[in-house]
C-alpha cells in the first residue's frame, strides 16, 4: 500500500513548526509523501536532514492546484481519505481501509474548502471533537498500517537507535570512510 498526504492551506498565523511536525509524523506513521501549498521552502530542508540522519526517502512536494492532484489520484484509482471531524467514525470503517490499495490522505490546517468533501472516497472523523491535523494523521495512520512502520530499519542511515529500557543508545555510523 503506497500512502501519500496532502495538506491543504497553512494558518495566517505563521504555522511552520506544525507544518514541520505534519510531515514528521507522515514520515514516521508509514507514509512515502507529502504534498502542501502555502508553505515555507525551508522545510524541505529540515525533512531532507531527517532522512540523511535517519534514512528513508521520504518526499515532500510543494504544489499550487490542490484540486489538480487530487483529481489525477482519482483518476489512477487512489482511494481520497479527508480527514474530518465531520466525517464517519473511524471505529466503523477502518476495516475498509485496511483492505484499499493506495491511498491519498487529506488534511487541513484551517477551514478546508467545501469540495474536498465531495471529492473524497471516505470522510474519516478521528472522534467527533476537534483536535488537530498532525492526531488525526498519526491515529489513523496506525489504524491502517498498525504500527508495521515502527519495525522498518534503514541501512543507509547515519544514525539508528537501539531501543533500550533505560537511557539512550544510538549507533552512529562511521561516515568517514
Ligand atoms: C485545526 S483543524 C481545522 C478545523 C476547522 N475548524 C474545520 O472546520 O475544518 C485542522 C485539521 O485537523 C484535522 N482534524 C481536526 N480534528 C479532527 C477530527 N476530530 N477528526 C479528523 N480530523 C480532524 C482536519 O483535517 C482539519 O482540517
Keep these: 500500500m503506497v500512502i501519500e498526504i496532502l495538506r491543504i492551506g497553512q494558518r495566517l498565523v505563521r504555522d511552520d513548526r506544525v507544518t514541520t511536525h505534519v510531515a514528521l509524523a507522515a514520515r514516521a506513521f508509514g507514509a512515502s509523501k507529502i504534498y502542501m501549498n502555502e508553505v515555507n521552502p525551508e522545510i524541505k530542508d529540515t525533512l531532507d536532514g531527517i532522512n540523511k540522519t535517519w534514512g528513508g526517502d521520504f518526499e515532500i512536494s ?91 530499519s534503514f541501512d543507509e542511515a547515519q544514525r539508528k537507535i537501539i531501543p533500550t529500557k533505560q537511557g539512550k543508545n544510538v549507533v552512529v555510523k562511521n561516515t568517514r570512510n
Design 62 to 152: 510543494f504544489i499550487d492546484n490542490w484540486k489538480e492532484l487530487v483529481k489525477r489520484r482519482k483518476n489512477d484509482s487512489v482511494r481520497i481519505v479527508h480527514l474530518t471531524m465531520y466525517g464517519e467514525d473511524i471505529n466503523d470503517i477502518e476495516s475498509r481501509l485496511e483492505k484499499e490499495k493506495d491511498l491519498l490522505i487529506v488534511i487541513g490546517a484551517e477551514k478546508v474548502p467545501r469540495e474536498i468533501f465531495d471529492l473524497a472516497d471516505y470522510n474519516v472523523a478521528i472522534g467527533n471533537q476537534p483536535h488537530s491535523e498532525i492526531s488525526a494523521l498519526a491515529v489513523l495512520l496506525d489504524r491502517i498500517l498498525k504500527g508495521k512502520k515502527f519495525s522498518t
